[in-house]
């Protein structure tokens, strides 16, 4: 099992910046990969994704503003999220692929934090 903890989300006007952390437990090395998604009134969009190896992949959207990264040592990958726009206003949920001792796939959200960008 996996879980994973969003933490840094808040308040910031347009132009401003805030850096999201997701946590990782448990069965750490089971982790292929983690990523970022958000959620204003609709669906849930992919926002940003890191794999085990390290590479990285971006919604068009948040491209050359977002950055995702990832801290080993502390099972911690981060969102620095720059240029930030009032469509950037979403809750903000982390996941974590891993796969279980028989080989299945399996996805561990966090709970969300809330991100709001003012005009």
């Known amino acids: 099992q996996v879980q994973v903890v969003e933490s840094g989300g808040g308040l910031v006007q347009a132009g401003g910046s805030l850096r999201l952390s997701c946590a990782a437990s448990?069965?750490?090395?089971?982790?292929?990969?983690m990523g970022w998604y958000r959620q204003a009134p609709g669906e849930r969009e992919l926002v940003a994704t890191i794999?085990?190896?390290?590479?990285?992949d971006y919604a068009d959207s948040v491209k050359d503003r977002f950055t995702i990264s990832r801290d080993n040592a502390k099972n911690t990958v981060y969102l620095q999220m720059n240029s930030l726009k009032p469509e950037d206003t979403a809750v903000y949920y982390c996941?974590?692929?891993?796969?279980?001792?028989?080989?299945?796939?399996?996805?561990?959200w966090g709970q969300g934090t809330q991100v709001t960008v003012s005009s």
């Open positions: 448990g069965s750490i090395r089971s982790i292929n990969s």
């Open positions: 996941a974590a692929d891993w796969a279980s001792s028989w080989g299945l796939s399996n996805k561990s």
């Open positions: 794999t085990s190896g390290g590479s990285t």
